[in-house]
């Protein structure tokens, strides 16, 4: 059973994501913040994250770089209200796998999440 | 013993020396002709001052009066140093003009009028005719003395040799006719004339300082020697300062002598019109002074050896430089001084003559004939040959008329009294002229009638006595006045008694003279023409460089009448060259037919003006140009125009200032605007990220219900997201509608006078349910009782639910209101015991999300904009929203001003 970790600072988006991944058979971490989500990493080793960027504290650009650092198998999926192409390829540079923007899909973040843990 | 035969044998051989001297000078490449531009040449050019008055005169004066007869030399020292300001003026004026006289300048002066030109003429004859005569008189007695030294002469004696003293005046006559009249511009330089009197100047210092040193160190033992017998002799009165009585006189002397060095004709053709270089004035300055004083050393030792050589014996003091010599037996040294008197007066004699000549030529004569049109038109190709025989019968004939005014009216005067006579006269042009280059206003009608009255006081008070001691007039005249007004006494005008007669004379004339000159000027209107040459005389310095286009002048010419004009006077290869100059300095292509430009007709005039004098050159141009009178108006427009370049340099100055300023500002501006669209972007970026955040949730949760299997419990549980995050949506929507409207001043708000009390109770009560969730213990501490205010109630109520709602937010424990009334404000606290705001950051805590400035981290609670709506909602009430923050206490306070009535409600009204 894959572990994803759901990393953003409003409940109700954190609230629909771990419906959708628990319906589907993944055990589902959550972090409201990216200091929480580091340190949930370092104890889970999640093998995926879906990643908010702006937040209190530590922001997800920071968090993707902390990850692809110190754990190569774990993927990262950015979801930002950030929609620019700049936002996109500074997501990218950082070694995501993959940029949604908000707001999303759901059957499109399901589909993508599973493609990658494929 | 000297016969009669060597000393007209020297006299003659001296004059043909002079013409040697000059003629050599004038040949072509005589080095002479380069010496004649050299600053000393010009400074004892001026030494024509100098005449037989120095020469023999001073030492009479000297033996009469004492010192006095250096008062006439002082001032000429004393005004040296002005010349610099005054001399140059003229210079300038008068090279730039083509000016040939003083009579010539003024007329230019005062509108180019004829008439003037020839008042001034007539008067510089009437004044200057018995000087010269006076000087032919001084060579004929000179003449005299040297033949029968048996038996020194008393003035008025001559005997049958007197006829030498004729054929010597023919001689200068001729002397000054051939080197004084060779060129038909009056303006042209006279460079063997300035050689000759400049030698002359030698000679006769040279010579008085022989005789002088003779006097002073063969016959007596020194200087100091001379004052002490005379001090025994009984003549100490003579070298010691009289009373009161004489300071007056020397003051009145010094003024004359001041005018009288600048102004007399001979003075102002040497020093004016035979000047070379402005620079030249520096030397003269200085040596020209230097030759006074050098001459003037031996006067008084001179006058008191003769009074005690010659005691008891009829020896007029006059000749005591020949006498002396004589006595003792030293018949050289005797003809030296001969020599020395003969140049002192023929260079006067020379220099008088030719700048008379030349006034009445030009001012004269020419305007009488050109103004005849029928004449002038027929004889028009005669006209210079009559210009240049007119100048030169009258040479001849102010010779003439002075030695046979010496001969025939003989008064027996002195030659002292004679010249100063002439002084006086000459004293009456300074208003005219030294108003006319320093004042605008001076007008001809001003100086024509002060003119004419100084002159005319000049005749009552000098002339006519001199009439009435030879019997021409009553001599009760002189004694009960004019009429039998005894105020009318020629010597005591208005019973004024205790001056000097000729103290006593310029007095009144240069009174009456200044007063009618300055008082009609001041309420003359000048003509266009004056004016014209007015500014033009007054700023010479402006305008000299560009004196063509500075004429104003309007009307119609044929180029080659003109030209013929030019042609005619000049002949073809002045006219020619000069034509080409013209062209050279012109600076615009050049028509050499058709309509002349005003320029050329002004340059036309101008060259003209130098031969036939300013106002004849008008009068033969305006003959052959349609002249149209120029008005008032246009000339002040063209004067504005011109002057106005200097203040339109300034004002473009100014302007490029002002641009280079608005520029600034303007990119400042521009700074600010991009500023400005920098922060709009940001906020819409902003907005726009604000809202995708609810509006994820509302389709996440949407797709899941469309989706999934959901039983009730959660359906319904979604759906309520859905409405709270759309209702979140809305009222991001309605808070950035709401700031944009502060924003933009279009907020209106819904005044209403409100119970403040009642106000803060009721908001806080709203929110204790959310200090009661967060386990907030929440305290309201309302300082008074009921306090009505005239306020948008929702809005305050906006202002104090944001502040609880950030105090909820960050508060520990706990959080405090504390309403109170103080200074004439009513304030609201709202404090909290959280971590505080950084430093930083409270510069931007009011401005709409703020927390854009770190982009990545997101603002902790809330939409960013509640303190900036605040802040608006506070400046709309005239009130203040203010924060104080440290670690565990952060206090947010809004003040409302309780004297609302002295207030306009900001911008809006209900």
């Given at each position: ?118 | ?562 030209q013929s004009l030019l042609n005619t006077f000049l002949g073809e290869e002045k006219s020619t060259k000069s034509l080409s100059d013209f062209k050279l300095n012109y600076g615009k292509p050049f028509q050499n037919e058709g309509m002349a430009d005003p320029e050329f007709v002004s340059f036309a005039q101008r060259i003209l003006s130098g031969v036939i004098g300013v106002a004849s050159a008008r009068i033969l141009v305006a003959s052959v140009v349609k002249e149209e009178e120029i008005s008032m108006d246009e000339v002040l427009n063209i004067l504005k125009e011109t002057q106005g370049i200097k203040s339109l340099n300034l004002e473009l100055k100014s302007k490029t200032k002002a641009l280079k300023k608005a520029s600034e500002k303007l990119s400042e501006v521009n700074k600010a605007l991009k500023l400005n669209d920098m922060l ?110 005239l306020v948008d109630q929702d809005r305050i109520k906006q202002v104090l639910l944001n502040l609880l709602s950030n105090a909820s937010k960050f508060a520990k424990s706990s959080v405090q209101l504390i309403a109170v009334e103080e200074d004439q404000m009513l304030s609201i606290a709202v404090a909290d015991d959280g971590v505080g705001i950084p430093e930083e950051d409270l510069p931007y805590l009011f401005e709409k999300f703020f927390q854009a400035k770190n982009q990545t981290q997101k603002k902790p609670i809330g939409t960013g904009l509640g303190l900036a709506i605040s802040k608006k909602i506070m400046e709309y009430h005239s009130g203040t929203i203010d924060v104080s923050t440290e670690p565990g206490k952060t206090v947010f306070q809004i003040c409302i001003p309780l004297q609302q009535e002295a207030l306009t409600p900001h911008?809006?009204?209900?």
């Open positions: 059973m894959n572990k994803i970790l759901l990393v953003d600072d409003e409940p109700n988006i954190l609230l629909s994501l771990d419906f959708l991944f628990k319906k589907e058979g993944y055990q589902v971490l959550i972090a409201r913040d990216g200091e929480e989500a580091m340190a949930l990493i370092r104890d889970e080793i999640p093998d995926l994250i879906i990643l908010d960027i702006m937040m209190p504290k530590v922001d997800g650009y920071e968090v993707c770089a902390f990850v692809k650092e110190n754990y190569l198998k774990t993927k990262v999926v950015f979801l930002s209200a950030k929609s620019k192409e700049k936002d996109l390829q500074k997501g990218l540079a950082l070694g995501a796998d993959k940029y949604l923007t908000k707001p999303f899909s759901t059957k499109e973040i399901v589909a993508e999440v599973k493609k990658l843990l494929n | 013993m000297l016969s009669r035969e060597v000393i007209i044998s020297v006299t003659f051989g001296y004059l043909i020396l002079l013409f040697a001297i000059a003629w050599y000078t004038e040949r072509k490449g005589s080095p002479l002709k380069k010496w004649a531009n050299h600053p000393w040449v010009y400074a004892l050019s001026l030494a024509v001052y100098c005449t037989a008055w120095t020469f023999y005169g001073s030492v009479g004066r000297a033996a009469e009066n004492g010192l006095d007869f250096l008062a006439i030399y002082v001032g000429p020292c004393l005004v040296a140093p002005l010349w610099w300001l005054v001399m140059r003026k003229i210079i300038r004026i008068s090279k730039a003009m083509n000016i040939s006289s003083i009579a010539d300048f003024i007329s230019s002066r005062y509108g180019k009028s004829a008439n003037l030109g020839a008042l001034v003429t007539i008067f510089c004859l009437f004044g200057i005719l018995p000087y010269i005569s006076i000087q032919i008189k001084g060579i004929s007695n000179s003449l005299d003395i040297m033949q029968l030294t048996e038996t020194p002469l008393a003035a008025g004696s001559f005997s049958v040799f007197s006829d030498s003293g004729f054929y010597l005046a023919l001689g200068l006559a001729l002397f000054t006719i051939f080197f004084g009249t060779r060129a038909i511009e009056a303006t042209a330089r006279h460079e063997g004339l300035v050689i000759a009197v400049v030698f002359e100047s030698i000679v006769k210092l040279f010579a008085f300082l022989a005789i002088g040193i003779f006097v002073s160190f063969f016959l007596f033992d020194g200087l100091t020697d001379i004052f002490a017998q005379a001090k025994v002799a009984d003549l100490s009165h003579l070298f010691v300062l009289s009373g009161e009585n004489g300071v007056s006189d020397w003051f009145w002397m010094g003024l004359l002598s001041m005018m009288a060095v600048m102004f007399l004709p001979r003075q102002f053709q040497m020093g004016i019109i035979e000047n070379t270089s402005e620079k030249h004035l520096d030397t003269a300055m200085w040596l020209f002074p230097l030759y006074l004083v050098l001459i003037n050393v031996f006067v008084l030792p001179i006058a008191l050896s003769g009074l005690m050589i010659f005691q008891n014996q009829p020896v007029l003091a006059d000749t005591f430089v020949l006498a002396i010599p004589l006595k003792f037996g030293q018949e050289g040294l005797a003809v030296l001084g001969y020599l020395g008197g003969f140049a002192a007066a023929t260079s006067m004699i020379i220099v008088s003559t030719i700048s008379l000549s030349t006034m009445v030529s030009n001012n004269l004569l020419m305007p009488i004939l050109v103004a005849n049109g029928n004449f002038s038109k027929r004889f028009q190709s005669n006209l210079p040959g009559i210009l240049i025989w007119g100048r030169r019968l009258t040479i001849l004939a102010i010779i003439l008329l002075s030695y046979f005014y010496f001969r025939i009216l003989d008064t027996g005067s002195s030659l002292v009294s004679t010249g100063l006579i002439s002084f006086v006269a000459i004293a009456q042009l300074s208003p005219s002229i030294i108003g006319g280059i320093f004042w605008k206003k001076a007008s001809k009608s001003g100086a024509t009638v002060g003119l004419i009255l100084g002159m005319g006081i000049w005749g009552f008070t000098l002339i006519l006595p001199t009439f009435a001691s030879i019997g021409l007039v009553p001599k009760e005249i002189l004694t009960d006045g004019l009429f039998g007004y005894s105020w009318l006494r020629p010597n005591s005008l208005f019973g004024m008694e205790g001056m000097s007669i000729v103290s006593h004379a310029l007095f009144f004339s240069l009174f009456a003279n200044i007063l009618c000159f300055v008082a009609i000027s001041f309420f003359a209107k000048q003509s266009s023409k004056e004016l014209n040459q007015a500014v033009l005389f007054v700023d010479i310095f402006k305008y000299d460089q560009k004196l063509d286009t500075n004429i104003f002048w309007k009307g119609q010419a044929q180029f080659s009448a003109l709009k972007d940001e906020f819409i970026s902003t907005v726009t990220h604000e809202m995708k955040t609810p509006i994820t949730s509302i389709r996440a949760f949407s797709e899941i219900l469309q989706d999934e299997n959901l039983n009730e419990d959660e359906k319904r549980r979604f759906l309520q997201i859905i409405i709270d995050e759309t209702g979140r949506m809305t009222r991001l929507i309605d808070q950035v509608l709401d700031l944009e409207r502060f924003d933009s001043g279009r907020q209106t708000l819904n005044w209403e006078k409100t119970d403040l009390k009642n106000l803060i109770l009721e908001s806080a009560e709203s929110m204790e349910k959310v200090f009661l969730e967060k386990s907030l213990d929440f305290q309201i501490d309302c300082r008074f009782e009921k306090l009505y205010l911008p809006l009204r209900s």
